[in-house]
């Protein structure tokens, strides 16, 4: 009954998220990057990844690695300045294999965007991106940065894991 959270990150924020989910269940936590790590040798996953630009930054590490994903429970958390909705599911739908998105449970989480700490290309976009938002709140957002950070909001994340963790042992009983 072992788990692990695989999360790749571009600004920062997913990683704190990673990194206090860590914290809270003891769980060892790899960077998508590192290429020694293999989910196939855990009984469940959490999988963490930033939306940029309507999509999930990780769907080619999830493709590649689906086999070792597939068949065990898992969670997935997304990091974005969008709220929970139709909007992100559908940046989801359009990113990731259906396979995995009727076994696994989402929670998105918000998370913080600062303009001066983008590239210059993610800066123009967003500033495109922004200008174009017909949502005036979320335009102003996309405009002048965010911060969504919020430590509470992994509680969910928790609460899944120690029910898988209970059902595991359950299941061994």
Same mark, same amino acid.
């Given at each position: 009954m072992n788990g692990a959270i695989f999360f790749t @990150? +571009?600004?920062g924020s997913t990683e704190q998220y990673a990194n206090w989910i860590s914290e809270s269940t003891g769980l060892p936590m790899f960077n998508m990057k590192d290429r020694s790590a293999h989910? @196939? +040798?855990f009984d469940y996953l959490i999988l963490g990844s930033p939306i940029i630009y309507y999509k999930v930054l990780n769907? +080619?590490?999830?493709? !590649?690695?689906?086999?070792?994903i597939l068949g065990k429970p898992i969670v997935f958390f997304t990091v974005s300045g969008a709220p929970a909705g139709p909007k992100l599911d559908g940046w989801i739908a359009d990113s990731l294999p259906k396979e995995l998105i009727s076994e696994m449970h989402h929670i998105a989480l918000r998370g913080r965007q600062s303009p001066a700490e983008l590239t210059w290309y993610?800066?123009?976009?967003l500033k495109i991106g922004g200008l174009m938002? !017909?949502?005036a709140e979320a335009? +102003?957002?996309?405009?002048r940065g965010f911060d969504f950070m919020d430590h509470a909001s992994i509680?969910? %994340? %928790? @609460?899944r894991v120690r029910q898988i963790q209970s059902n595991m042992l359950q299941s061994t009983i």
């Open positions: @990150s +571009k600004y989910p @196939s +040798k769907h +080619k590490w999830i493709a !590649k690695n689906l086999s070792g993610d800066w123009l976009m938002n !017909k949502d335009s +102003k957002e996309e405009l509680e969910p %994340i %928790i @609460s």
